[in-house]
């Protein structure tokens, strides 16, 4: 049976509030539990899906000038740094600045390697293709999560009219 009138909006708002309420800090703790993961992972040669692409990238955008080991630690570093000041929310204007950074280089093998990122240009992915789309959300959490910088918060509707 479904819930209807009274019981169902006191359900709703309880939950709603709920979310207005810890939204953000799970949206912080999620997206810097995955950029120290994924960071740590470049740490340990061959656990990182994204190794071989990304040293790749970054081996043509620096023209050849560092080492894979440079260029893999670096961007672990790099990445657990985001993770880091994700997870303890300290030094946010910076680090977002860093994942906003290290998402433009994670977008660069579209047009650097597309045949290894389309299996049927442009609607088919590959696995490295999927993985570098996700990131889209990543995207869009560090956007949420800079909204807050200044002290923005969400609220549940009812909470505005107060």
Known sequence: MLLRGEKFNTIDKKITG????NGLFLLRISIGIV???FGILK??????PAESIAIRT???LTFNLLSQKVIIYGLALWEVLIGIGL????????TLLLLFLQMLGTF?????FPSEIFRVFPIALT???QYIVKNIVLIS?????GATVRGGKLYPTDNLNK
Do not use: Q
């Open 141 to 145: 959490g560090g956007i949420v999560l």
């Open 58 to 60: 970054i081996d043509k």
């Open 43 to 48: 740490f340990f040669e061959g656990l990182s």
């Open 18 to 21: 709920w979310m207005a309420k």
């Open 35 to 37: 950029f120290f993961w």
């Open 127 to 129: 696995l490295e293709g």
């Open 108 to 112: 660069t093998p579209l047009f650097l």
């Open 87 to 94: 997870i303890f929310n300290i030094f946010l204007r910076e």
